[in-house]
């Protein structure tokens, strides 16, 4: 069984840091992209950012400059790391990976969502 398990967020003062993890674990062959989603209540879930398993990164243009994507293959993890925070940015962060396991086929995985709420 595949699951992500992500760690990292909490409460913080707009200016801010706070960084992401999230460890893929189970019987895995193989991850492909990995990345983050934030969904706020009411509206939609949005991409955050995504790495390659080559280690090519792209990012919505909200964050482009203050967050930055890195993925450890050796622990199957990916990290966001998240610098001068804004209020615009409190959401519920999920966890994205395209994983192929042992015995089955590659579908995406989500975490469990970790909350980051930034205060004015």
């Known amino acids: 069984q595949v699951q992500l398990v992500e760690s990292g967020g909490g409460l913080v003062q707009a200016g801010g840091s706070l960084r992401l993890s999230c460890a893929a674990s189970g019987s895995i062959f193989s991850i492909s992209a990995m990345g983050w989603y934030r969904q706020d209540p009411g509206k939609q879930r949005e991409l955050v950012a995504s790495?390659?398993?080559?280690?090519?990164?792209s990012y919505v243009d909200s964050v482009k400059g203050r967050f930055t994507i890195s993925r450890d293959a050796a622990k199957n993890t990916v990290y966001l790391e998240m610098n001068r925070l804004k209020t615009g940015d409190t959401a519920v962060y999920y966890c994205?990976?395209?994983?192929?396991?042992?015995?089955?086929?590659?579908?995406?995985?989500w975490g469990q969502g970790t909350q980051v709420t930034v205060s004015s």
């Open positions: 994205n990976a395209d994983i192929t396991p042992l015995y089955g086929f590659r579908k995406a995985y």
């Open positions: 790495i390659t398993r080559g280690g090519s990164t």
